[in-house]
Nanobody, 124 residues
C-alpha cells in the first residue's frame, strides 16, 4: 500500500510562494502508469484538482492555476513538490497529495491513496 505524507509551512504570507512536498513510501513515483497529484479544499468549498505529474515526469495543471503552479519531483528522494506563486488569502486550504493509476485527473473517489492533508493559511 502506497503511503503519502505532505510537509511544508503552515503559514504563508500573501504574494509569497507556497511550497509543499509529498513524500511517498511503499511505491515509486516512477512506476509506470501512475499520476501524482495535488488537490486542495478551501474552507466551506469542495475539493479542487490543482495538477498532476505522470510517472515519466509530464505535468498537467488546472487551467485556472496554470500561470501560478509548478509541480516538480526528486526521484532520488521519492518526493514530488508543489509550488504556488503569488498566493492570496483565497489560497488558505487543506492541501492533499494523492495518487491514481487511472489518469491525470479522475474523480476524487478514484484516487488510490491520499496523504492526510496539511493545513496552509495565507495571512499577513
Amino acid at each position: 500500500q502506497v503511503q503519502l505524507q505532505e510537509s511544508g509551512p503552515g503559514l504563508v504570507k500573501p504574494s509569497q510562494t507556497l511550497s509543499l512536498t509529498c513524500t511517498v513510501s511503499g511505491g515509486s513515483i516512477t512506476t509506470n502508469g501512475y499520476y501524482w497529484t495535488w488537490i486542495r479544499q478551501s474552507p466551506g468549498k469542495g475539493l479542487e484538482w490543482m495538477g498532476a505529474m505522470s510517472s515519466s515526469g509530464n505535468t498537467y495543471y488546472n487551467p485556472s492555476l496554470k500561470s501560478l503552479i509548478a509541480i516538480s519531483r526528486d526521484t532520488s528522494k521519492n518526493q514530488f513538490t508543489l509550488q504556488l506563486s503569488s498566493v492570496t488569502p483565497e489560497g488558505t486550504a487543506v492541501y492533499y497529495c494523492a495518487t491514481s493509476g487511472s489518469g491525470s485527473a479522475v474523480a476524487f473517489s478514484h484516487y488510490d491513496s491520499w496523504g492526510q492533508g496539511t493545513q496552509v493559511t495565507v495571512s499577513s
